[in-house]
């Protein structure tokens, strides 16, 4: 069964401040994705990984697969306010015809003041 | 405009009943799927399809029900069997090709009571 384990699950970082969110997962797979969240909304798509070594980055957000480490980062550079939000990864349960099968991490709840 | 709908926003049901909520999309995906949060947690799968008459279950189908006759629209009923229903119900749908890229729906937040 594939486990994603994300964290830190909760983030207050200062406006200005670099910091990272990790997103470890527990079986093979070449497929993981990034979302945020706002509060009582739903979710939208931030980053789409699809190989090892692959890096994506819009805005103050940057993100990174690693899959021989099962691993994946979302780097955030001068956070602003508008980047609190709640952030989740997910991990496609990839093989064969099961690709889109998906296994979301727990979300880290970012939260940017000044 | 193409994207996913779903509908009602809230809904309100006694227990014992069964309920049905709607998703469709006009974005001429192939795959759509069902996800439900509870609060102040990650998605789970309930169903997916790939295909149209074709669907999977996810990792927390017991109590729940679907179909898929038409490629635009994938309704999901909660049944009296499922324990807990009260939750926040996601759609998504992707193509099935490429990225596998999901894309939501604004979502309907079921309260049984």
């Known amino acids: 069964e594939l486990k994603v384990e994300q964290n830190p699950l909760f983030l207050s970082m200062q406006e200005g401040k670099n910091y990272t969110i990790y997103c470890n997962y527990s079986t093979t797979s070449d497929r993981l994705y990034w979302y945020r969240q706002d509060p009582g909304k739903s979710l939208e798509s931030l980053f789409v990984?699809?190989?090892?070594?692959a890096v994506k980055q819009e805005g103050r957000l940057m993100a990174s697969l690693d899959t021989k480490a099962r691993l994946s980062t979302l780097h955030i550079t001068a956070a602003v306010h508008d980047l609190s939000a709640t952030y989740f990864c997910a991990v496609d349960d990839a093989g064969g015809t099961s690709y889109g099968k998906l296994t979301f991490g727990q979300g880290t709840i970012l939260t940017v003041h000044p | 405009d193409g994207g996913i709908t779903q509908s009602p926003k809230y809904l309100f049901r006694k227990e014992g009943q069964n309920v049905t909520l709607s998703c469709e999309q006009n974005l001429n995906h192939d795959a759509m799927y069902w996800y439900r949060q509870d609060p102040g947690q990650g998605l789970r799968l309930i169903y997916y399809s790939q295909i149209v008459n074709d669907f999977q279950k996810g990792d927390i189908a017991e109590g729940y029900s679907v179909s898929r006759e038409k490629k635009e629209s994938f309704p999901l009923t909660v049944t009296s069997a499922q324990k807990n229903p009260t939750a926040f119900y996601l759609c998504?749908?992707?193509?099935?090709?490429?990225?596998?890229?999901?894309?939501f729906g604004p979502g309907t937040r079921l309260t049984v009571t």
């Open positions: 990984l699809l190989s090892n070594g």
């Open positions: 998504a749908s992707s193509q099935r090709a490429s990225s596998y890229e999901q894309y």
